[in-house]
């Protein structure tokens, strides 16, 4: 069976749906009489919607981008200047990784815009990373806010001038564009942005091998270098590869929890097609069953992402 191959990659796919503990009779989706590729097409199409449920739940996009952001000022609640002259730019995504540079135009058409250089920049609050990674943990331990040095901003009074600054943000994520065999330290992938090593390191990002098939085997990673900042390329990895990995299976270093939220997501629209609940167990004294119908799981999975949502 071919794997339908879409970009960008869902935070899950239907192998990592359809294994999770979640009492869904999966063959019956779309009907009963769907065949085996139009079953796999509608779980495909689970994935991608759960994912944007995520992302919406969010309020921002959690995996890793390369953002351009346009901002006017000062004397907006997002770029002020601060008594020493420097400029606190308040951006829109969380977390940010890094800033690769940016421009600034006075207010003035058709604009002028002059370059701003990479080390200009600070974030004020980088991510706390896990395990010698470059990956920010799950805890909510970033800010969403950056210094630009003096000198660039307030030369043409309040609101005298437009800011365009590029930053990355999120956590890494991608899927395997081809199948990867058991010793391999290359991986071909939908998306290198966020994987490499930062300037002056040589471990960048570390991700799970998220491949429940029974050829395969889940494990862990850590990529060592990409051929791409952004987009389709390949990642260098450390330790060679233990099992096995066929194309479609997924490289994260998203939290699970935001995989578990993704995964509740999709199993809410499987209960819509006509179920109306489905039994979890309980940590109750008496081993009472609950049920919780689509709305309930909804709200559970929003619960989850709660921490990573954008609030300014």
Not at 6 to 25: D, E, K, M, V
Not at 115 to 121: K, L, M, N, Q
Request: hydrophobic share 40%.
């Amino acid at each position: 069976m071919s794997t339908p191959y879409q970009f960008p990659t869902p935070y899950i796919n239907p192998a990592i749906l359809t294994s999770a503990a979640t009492g869904i009779s999966w063959s019956t989706i779309p009907n009963r009489q769907a065949t085996p590729a139009q079953q796999l097409a509608e779980q495909y199409n689970i994935c991608a919607r759960a994912t944007g449920m995520t992302d919406t739940a969010a309020n921002q996009v959690l995996r890793a981008t390369i953002t351009t952001e346009q901002l006017k000022g000062p004397g907006n609640p997002r770029m002020e200047i601060t008594a020493g002259g420097n400029t606190t730019i308040l951006l829109s995504r969380s977390p940010i990784l890094s800033v690769t540079g940016g421009q600034v135009a006075p207010d003035t058409f058709p604009l002028q815009w002059t370059s701003i250089p990479a080390d200009w920049f600070m974030v004020n609050s980088p991510p706390l990373s896990i395990y010698g990674s470059t990956v920010p943990g799950d805890a909510g331990e970033w800010g969403q806010l950056v210094t630009l040095g003096a000198g660039y901003i307030g030369g043409n009074g309040r609101g005298g001038q437009f800011l365009q600054i590029t930053y990355a943000n999120g956590w890494p994520h991608c899927s395997l564009t081809a199948a990867a065999a058991a010793g391999a330290t290359v991986l071909d992938v939908d998306d290198c942005t966020g994987w490499a090593p930062p300037a002056g390191m040589t471990t960048g990002a570390a991700g799970i091998i998220y491949d429940p098939s029974p050829n395969g085997g889940q494990e862990t990673a850590v990529v060592t270098s990409t051929t791409a900042t952004a987009g389709p390329g390949t990642l260098t990895i450390t330790p060679a590869l233990t099992w096995t990995h066929q194309q479609g299976i997924l490289f994260s270093a998203m939290p699970s929890q935001l995989h578990w939220a993704t995964i509740l997501f999709g199993v809410s629209q499987a209960l819509i097609r006509g179920a109306t609940a489905t039994s979890v167990q309980t940590i109750s004294p008496s081993g009472a069953k609950t049920t919780d119908g689509p709305e309930g799981l909804h709200a559970h999975a929003c619960k989850l992402v709660a921490p990573f949502r954008r609030v300014r």
